[in-house]
């Protein structure tokens, strides 16, 4: 008997196994039933909730046309109130679950009474359904959704080894490991740990030099002298400012069929300049979302609005104007929500938000601060636009020497440049309207600006423009935008973030790890300025940060996704920055900052074969730079958004069509062409193989040497045995072949020295053995 | 350097166990693409890798679907539609009830009069079915018995992006997966050295519309499952192709080393992505045969090169890329996308058509005879047809000798041929403008839900929950028109 209920518990786990893969629940990230602990305290946010959400809410949720039975179970008064269509009968009966229609729907094996019903494909799992029995025994308490209550600082917890502790992170951080019975790694290397902080935080390994000369002493004191340094860097800002492109949807081009040309870099080179100048987030995005509207708004922060101006725009001659400016607004809007506030509102474009409180009223209340401006659905078609020779549509700023000899200062203008800036202005007052199914041509009731109350009351002193926006956003009182802020940061430089839909801060979003770090560091950052700086150095000046990368088999096992932080992040650098990286290391790099985006290699037809025909704008032939503009960072790298740079697209770049906030980590064997034969990458082995030959023609050491410069640490033995014999092999081949050296050295065109060819070459040929490491393009 | 030899493979060390605990943590998708650690599954380049367990959802009829896009909007009126009243009514005003309100391009919004214009092209019926076939396309029209013409598509798209968008992606709006991108991610890959879903493209001389990257992005769904772009001319596929001076020896002992050097780093990390990675570059070496070898058009005997054409010998025209689609189809490929440029007939439409027609007609049929005489017929699916239709009026100033049409989203006709869907039918019907569908109509949801099924695939099952909301092809709708299934 007792056998047989555990087969029978057996094969039941393995059916709800395969019906969990088959659901999709393992994609989600969310915790698998075997490591589930039945809780001593129900959480109504982070147990119940996301049960309720993601198997109940699509019928008795928010979305009021798709609500059944007239049950709602996102709102604890109607979850609680009698059953409209069974009289007598609750949902919910604090305290009784046998007496909670709920609870018993959910255990029902009845197909016609069993809920989630079975056609919806949606089962709940035998813990799911436990939870949620206790959680109406206790009472069934409802709490707003956790994003939604502002942050509040909570004391440091309790941790058995309080020495490892660094700064407050690591307590919140040895918490949650002592709680799942995991151990913190060692620090990791001096070398490691240099590495990783300068790619954090400039995007660039550090130079030999740079390894060379930072501190003997290795105290958590010193580490904090380097980071300040780094800090200090102009490529800090240019760091920052990549990632805050995808966000921004920053390109070159104006999207759509047509794509041609814009000029939007001005903008570009503001943000390296805010982040190098260390403008505090609060006004980071106060001028971006409003700078035109500050009172005595200077050209800077007129400048800073180019932010809701980087949507794509039309050239295609046929669009009804109309359709596409609404197309813009609305783009606007859903920047606004995912980037900066961590909410989907795009869902509420087209109907109350299925799972937030986000009712298609909120959204177009949102829609009608960026419904303002004094714009066109088309100026003018590609063609228009090449022949009058400027790149930008009304309304604009020109950005000339005048102006930069003034606080434009920093806009890296050639001489006699003058550039037009696409900007935000107010000057078409507009009634806005729910717009039914999100159809232009369906409005029905009007809306004024506003926002929902539910996140944060929009206070009266606010003025109802995108200004009071801005206020709005970066009020202390609101809890999404230090919080999303905070977590972007936290996934930049550990891989993923507290929490990890970095996009999504909504009750479908996955739930922070460790929420009360997040609000610990959320109001820190307020507490101090909003100061970017001072959070990131905050963060890498803990013990969790500076933690070794190495995965133990333990470690693998209990915490497969690296959740709890037993050790710190690794993975694959952006395309971005493994370009740039080999670039350093090779010592083409050209560090000139700002300017007009520029044409690097780029495998020669693309543009051709996909454009609208040869004389549709000035963007369908692709003709790269030449000269030192081959060799600038990749956030210079022209950027066209129906056709992007194809050596960051296989790295998992997005379009830049929308707001992005996350890129993917894929390794695909498009990624391993891409790094043996982008001309890039050879020319790079080739230049650093001859700058070394050169230099040290009769030294035995030159393979140590280019691991060196590569790998920024000391080979192991074993390690320079298999690449010294190698580079031995490979020399003796080419010895033997003088021609296939030659062939082979004249890759690129930066200007070859004067070398033996087969030395150079077989050295040129270990330098991309290095190159194509998983190490090289990692940051451990 | 030295003579080829053959040379031993890297051995993997990733099993599948390995493999799968990978997977969860969190790559994002149980779903194996042709991209995807092939040899954890050992066996022949032919043999499946594998999709989403449970999946298909019931037996299929097609295996692979081979989608010629016509991009940029062939005319209905000039194609499959016949409309004899257009030539009765020729130059009279579209009758007001008629349009019954559909909204206009910039276009031809401000045109005061609407002048009815029939087709530059005759029309005659053909083969056993009598199906309507115009005639700029005569090879077509000889297979008429073969394939099965929907005259009752319709969308809501007026431009091109967003219908083309709709197209391929389900939604007017960018970022949702491609449909090639859906069928990898749900049924993977045959070919474990080839891509499973791959785009080529092509151009006519006709006024044409621009391509986009995103119409064959996977959007949410891994980067695994994007369209890979192979191109005529060298490098088929981005950065295929060593550099001169490296033998195919010398690129082995390479890859040799650097999967020397990742294993004694990955013996230290202990990270299982270090495992995968070595996988990939094996993955990319043998790309690097396999991808040229099935490109390689050279082998073809006469007989194939009459059937599609001179023009199948010369890289990168439409007729060059159906042969190219029937050799991927051969070795496994999912999905196969062609677009061919050049059908956006504002003007000097019949001159500008009659080219374009020229260009695919020919090979558009030997495709479908070619896949028939090997037996792959019925379980490939062939698709024709563009994004949406053209006003029956013409735009700008009447003139029969030279005019256009603008777009029109009502009414338009596509063809299928093969895996699963009937032969020698004409399904649907317009009213006698060709201006509004009257029966059967087929909406672009309900295609997409009926080609996943002929895949075996429910629209409605087949989904990925992204931010928080399970996503399909289909979105919201969408009805499989099983009239068109076998």
Known sequence: MKRNIIILAILTAMIICIMALRKGIFQTGTASPTAFRMPETVDYNFHIKPILSDNCYACHGPDANKREAGLRLDLEEAAFSELAENPGHYAIVPGKPSKSALYERIISNDPQYIMPPPESDRILQDFEKELIKKWISQGGPFERHWAFIPPVKKPLPGINDPDWAQNEIDHFILEQLEAHQLTHAPRASYETLLRRMSLDLTGLPPTPEQAGSWPEDKSPGAIDKVIDQLLASPAYGERMTQSWLDVARYADSHGYQDDSYRTMWPWRDWVIHAFNENLPYDLFLTWQLAGDLLPDANSEQVLATGFNRNHPITQEGGVI??????????????????????????????????????????????????????????????????????????PYITVSEKEKDEVLAFVNLEKDQSIKVMVMNDDAPRTSYILNRGNYDEPTDSVHPGTPSKIFPYQADFPKNRLGLAQWVTHRQNPLTARVLVNRIWGLLFGRGLVETAEDFGVQGSLPSHPQLLDWLAVDFMEHHWDIKYLLKKIMSSATYQQSSEVTEAVKKADPENKYLARAGRFRMSGEMIRDYVLATSGLINREIGGPSVKPYQPPGLWEETNAGGDRGILTTYIPDEGDKLYRRSLYTFWKRTLPPASMSIFDAPTRDFCEVRRQKTNTPLQALALQNDIQMLEAARVLAQRIVKARPDDPGIVKEIFRRILIREPGSEELQVLEEYYDHALSNFLDNESDAEKLVAVGAYQAADTDPAKTAALMLTAQVLYNLDETITKE | MKKEAPVPQEPLNVNRRHFFSQVSVGIGSIALGSLLIPDLFKGGATEVSESIPGLPHFAPKARRVIYLFQAGAPSQLETFDYKPLLLKRIGEDLPESIRNGQRLTGMTSEQETFPLMPSAAKFRQHGKSGAWVSDYFPHIA??????????????????????????????????????????????????????????????????????????????????????????????????????????????????????????????QTGDDEINARIAQYEMAYRMQMSVPEVMDVSKEPKSIVQLYGEDCQVPGTYAANALQARRLAENGVRFIQLYHQGWDQHGNLPNEMSGQAKDV???????????????????????????????NYCQGKFNPADYGRDHHPRAFSIWMAGGGIKSGLSYGETDEFGYNVIKDPVHINDFHATLLYAMGLDHEQLTFKYQGRRFRLTDVAGTVVKDLLT
């Open chain 1, 321 to 394: 104007q109309e359709e596409y400016r609404s197309t813009y607004v609305i783009d606007r809007t859903n920047t606004l929500g995912k980037g900066i506030l961590g909410l989907t509102l795009e869902c509420a474009r087209c109907h109350d938000h299925k799972y937030d409180a986000i009712s298609q009223q909120n959204y177009y209340e949102l829609f009608a601060f960026f419904n303002q401006v004094d714009e066109k659905g088309i100026q003018m078609d590609a063609v228009q636009a090449a022949n009058q020779q400027f790149f930008a549509d009304p």
């Open chain 2, 361 to 391: 007609d020919r090979a558009s049929a030997a495709l479908v005879l070619d896949l028939k005489q090997r037996g792959m017929l019925e379980d490939t699916l062939v698709i024709w047809g563009g994004e949406f239709g053209r006003t």
């Open chain 2, 142 to 267: 000889s297979i008429a018995d073969e394939i099965c013409i929907v005259k009752s598509m319709h969308t809501e798209a007026i431009n091109h992006d967003p219908a083309i968008t709709f197209f391929q992606t389900g939604s007017q709006i960018s970022g949702r997966p491609s449909m090639g991108s859906w069928m990898s991610y749900g049924l993977g890959s045959e070919n474990k050295n080839l891509p499973s879903f791959v785009v080529l493209t092509s151009r006519g001389k006709g006024n044409s519309q621009g391509l986009y990257s995103k119409l064959w992005s996977s959007g949410f769904l891994d980067s695994r499952h994007q369209g890979v772009l192979l191109r005529s001319g060298k490098d088929p596929v981005l950065y295929l192709n060593d550099p001169e001076g490296i033998s195919r020896h010398d690129k082995r002992e390479l890859l040799d080393h650097v999967a020397s050097l990742n294993k004694i780093h990955g013996a």
